[in-house]
């Protein structure tokens, strides 16, 4: 069984920036594609960032590109999601997950609990 633990979020002003981090056990971490995704209130969760095994391939949802950076520690069985220029509809919590597939396709099986992140303007 997977286990996946985020940290990192808090409260910042817009324009801030904010380090998210998703620490897993429990299997092979070098062997998923992760990614981390966001749900605001009253909305869909939505897919943020998406990085590949090797981290060589990543993907991110066009409001965040430029302004976010997915990466991970295979040696720490990390992933991490670095957040600049913050805008307040940036705020969400925010889930880590691990895929059993694809870092484009999924699935996406293994959840962490979220962390909220709350920008204020």
């Known amino acids: 069984q997977v286990q996946l633990v985020e940290s990192g979020g808090g409260l910042v002003q817009a324009g801030g920036s904010l380090r998210l981090s998703c620490a897993t056990s429990?299997?092979?971490?070098?062997?998923?594609?992760m990614g981390w995704f966001r749900q605001a209130p009253g909305k869909e969760r939505e897919i943020v960032a998406t990085?590949?095994?090797?981290?060589?391939?990543?993907h991110y949802a066009d409001s965040v590109k430029g302004r976010f950076t997915i990466s991970r520690d295979n040696a720490k069985n990390t992933v991490y999601l670095q957040m600049n220029s913050l805008k307040p509809e940036d705020t969400a919590v925010y889930y880590c997950?691990?895929?059993?597939?694809?870092?484009?396709?999924?699935?996406?099986?293994?959840w962490g609990q979220g962390t909220q992140v709350t920008v204020s303007s």
């Open positions: 997950a691990a895929a059993s597939g694809s870092y484009l396709s999924g699935p996406y099986n293994y």
């Open positions: 429990g299997r092979t971490f070098g062997s998923n594609a």
């Open positions: 990085i590949s095994w090797s981290g060589g391939s990543t």
